[in-house]
């Protein structure tokens, strides 16, 4: 926000303006990661740092006392590797005793769990969120919780959320990843594929098992 708006004859409250972003100039998150971050034609230093952006964008929001809440890739718009954030008035906002809340969850992004009704569980349920988008930006666009095979659940992401395993840290796992992916996935650094399986393995069930900022 720039500036309060008032109404010039009565002095009521009316609004506040804000810089007026040329969204069209920009892509999505997910048709960035899809177009831009191919292997063959990013580095893995410029791919990384985009997902950096991201991550310290959500950090300095939590520790303002908010969440995101809505992570849909149509919100996040990059450009030239820099993160916007748009339709912010989505976002759960705390003033002091009060939170102004938004209850909509984009399906691609939105954890297992039921939906959070505390900011500390809001900011647990954003970490789920990050992490899809962080792997998104590492792995051409790709879902985590898509799979093949004659297990793999169909339908909608929710559906592939609840019941698809991780299919890319365990060799028992009854889903394969898509073709392609495993060959990729593996060649990320040991930490970043711990943390990816702490997140999608352990905190799908746990939320407290996610990794933070630390």
Known sequence: PQEIVFDASTGDFLGYTMPK???????TALVYAIKEL??????????VGIALNLVIMVGEIHKLGHAIGDFNHENIR???????LIDCDG???????ETY??????????PPEE?????????????FCLAV???????????PYRGKGPDAAGGG????IEQNEFPYSDPASKIEPPDGTQKKYNALPKEVKEKFRRCFVEGKVNENKRPGYK
């Open 21 to 27: 972003e040329e969204i069209e100039e920009t892509d």
């Open 38 to 47: 191919e292997w063959a034609s990013s580095s893995e230093r410029f791919r």
């Open 78 to 84: 990059v450009q030239d590797g820099y993160i916007k």
């Open 91 to 97: 976002f759960h906002i705390s003033d002091g005793d």
């Open 101 to 110: 809340s938004e209850n909509f969850f984009g399906e691609r992004y939105a």
């Open 115 to 127: 939906r959070p009704k505390t900011l500390e569980d809001l900011r647990k349920a954003d970490y």
């Open 133 to 143: 988008h962080i792997f998104q930006f590492l792995m051409e666009g790709e879902h």
């Open 157 to 160: 992401w929710r559906k592939k």
